[in-house]
């Protein structure tokens, strides 16, 4: 580790996992609730268990953008931190309050959560992915304000680079952004036309330049490539990102209420956004073809290409595959949209902050460059374990998906919805099974820390490579 108070990013790696646990044990439950309609009845709710699935999934991310940045700026910025007490301050602050709001969904109805929480006053919840109470949220906006005070100082008394002035802007946006959140009309067209305004630009914009900045500091860390040549891939791919992306926002405008003219733009622009994604597989397997130097950390790079390719898949071509407004009105909220949702998040955002925490771990943990050859085989088993089930169980929502449309909104004699649920059962069967093959691949993953043997010096990996 360059600068002690890059240390700070470790706590949050470690809560990031927990929760991703959390998040992943959640996903069993309701995948077998699908099949086994009664299961963890009525202690744990179908719409329960859907909250903490993806609540734990946003915030684990969080905290994981989080510690990459505490993690990447002062390296970025050749100084120390502005407030390492700061950021371990703001650490326990968010993660009692996504504790207490967890519990609150695990325990209570919750109609009783919003009623203890004064969401009448200022009515903020039952807005998927934007479930917290509204004092959480503002307890989001805090810890998020904190945040950026003490990375925005870091970068601004230290060394300016590229990377670092993406990832800022990414954050900005971010916690920007998630003001909309605030913003709870009465008019149901209206109230979605904003809600993407967070969960759209999030994942689709802003997020884009965080996942595109952690990549690239990376790569130019694991390579040795000149830091010029990584920079002229990132202003294109933010660029077209941008361009793309916010227009693209009209793909999800097509059946709300809002004007027509959404259905061309949207379309157009939502059908170039995988553009953004293409780039950053060949920006990233360019920078490794390239590379001077043989790093020991050979499963960081792993993680790194997967990252690339595996988002490019899932926001990519899965995106692509619904996005036309004339596609899109027979697959608008089938299993088809849970297959890309899925796809989509694993390839781009949980792979990313993984390579972050691939790469970080070991200067957090004295090991130095790298874990031991031990370790890292386990960290590639687990990158294959999960990537592998994660890609098959998108394949049987495809498929499920593709039924579904078929059976329930084509053709002369449509199926009633539950009829056509029971059809494609076993589809649902098959996700539980695969589910339980990811959570393998996370337990191997998280056992890879606790691996025996020496690290991999540099030395030894130049050696290797001869
Ligand atoms: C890192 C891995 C995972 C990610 C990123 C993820 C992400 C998501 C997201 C974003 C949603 C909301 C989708 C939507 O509303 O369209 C969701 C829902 C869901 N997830 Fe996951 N998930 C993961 C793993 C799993 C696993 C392993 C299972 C079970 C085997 C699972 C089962 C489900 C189920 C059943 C739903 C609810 C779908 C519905 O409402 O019909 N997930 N997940
Ligand atoms: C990493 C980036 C992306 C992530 C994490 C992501 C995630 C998601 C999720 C979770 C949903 C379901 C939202 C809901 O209704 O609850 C969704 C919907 C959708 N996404 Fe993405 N997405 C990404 C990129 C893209 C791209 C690049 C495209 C187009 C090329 C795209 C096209 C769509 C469309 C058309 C829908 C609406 C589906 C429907 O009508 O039901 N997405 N996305
Ligand atoms: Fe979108």
């Known amino acids: 580790m360059q600068y002690a108070s890059q240390s700070v990013a470790k706590p949050y790696f470690i809560a990031a996992l927990g929760l991703f646990v959390v998040q992943i044990l959640f996903g069993l439950i309701m995948g077998t609730q699908y099949v086994v309609g009664d299961f963890l009845f009525p202690a744990i709710p179908f719409d329960t268990a859907k909250m903490v699935h993806t609540n734990s999934l946003i915030v684990w991310l969080l905290l994981g953008f989080m510690g990459a940045s505490y993690y990447l700026v002062p390296e970025e910025s050749e100084t120390e931190l502005h407030s390492p007490k700061l950021a371990i301050a703001l650490f326990w602050i968010f993660l009692v309050a996504v504790l207490l709001t967890v519990v609150g969904y695990l325990t209570m109805t919750y109609s009783t959560l919003a009623k203890i929480t004064g969401n009448e006053y200022w009515p903020t919840m039952g807005r998927l992915y934007l479930e917290q109470p509204t004092i959480t949220k503002i307890g989001i906006v805090v810890v998020a304000l904190g945040f950026l005070y003490n990375i925005g100082m870091t970068v601004l008394k230290g060394r300016k680079t590229v990377v670092s002035s993406v990832l800022l802007i990414g954050l900005i946006g971010l916690a920007g952004l998630f003001l909309f959140a605030f913003y709870n009309p009465d008019n149901l067209a209206l109230d979605k036309y904003y809600w993407w305004w967070v969960v759209h630009l999030w994942v689709e914009g802003v997020w884009e330049l965080i996942m595109a900045s952690i990549l690239a500091f990376v790569l130019i860390k694991l390579t040795g490539v000149d830091r010029e040549v990584v920079e002229k891939w990132l ?82 071509v899965w995106g692509f595959m619904h996005t036309l407004a004339p596609v899109n009105y027979y697959t608008h909220g089938t299993q088809i949209t849970a297959a890309h949702g899925h796809l989509a998040f694993y390839g781009a955002y949980v792979l990313v902050v993984l390579t972050m925490i691939s790469y970080a771990m070991p200067h957090l943990r004295g090991q130095g460059s790298a874990a031991s050859n031990r370790a890292q085989v386990m960290e590639m088993w687990s990158f294959w374990l999960m990537t592998v089930s994660m890609f098959f169980i998108v394949l049987f929502l495809t498929a499920a998906g593709i039924l579904q449309v078929w059976l329930q909104r084509y053709g002369a004699d449509p199926m009633p919805f539950m009829q056509v649920q029971e059809e494609v059962a076993l589809f649902y069967w098959a996700r539980v099974l695969t589910g339980l093959v990811f959570l393998t691949g996370l337990i191997v993953y998280l056992a890879s820390f606790f691996a025996k043997g020496e690290p991999v010096t540099e030395k030894a990996a130049a050696q290797a490579a001869g």
């Open 235 to 316: 202003y294109v791919i933010i660029a077209v990102t941008l361009i793309t992306g916010i227009l693209g926002t009209g793909h999800h405008y097509y059946w709300i209420g809002a004007p027509e003219y959404w259905q061309w733009w949207g379309s157009i622009f939502s059908a170039l956004e995988p553009i953004p994604f293409f780039m950053m597989v060949v920006f990233a397997f360019n920078i490794v073809n390239r590379r001077r130097r043989d790093h020991p950390n050979q499963a960081a790079t792993l993680w790194a290409l997967g990252t690339a390719v595996m988002a490019f898949l899932g926001a990519g």
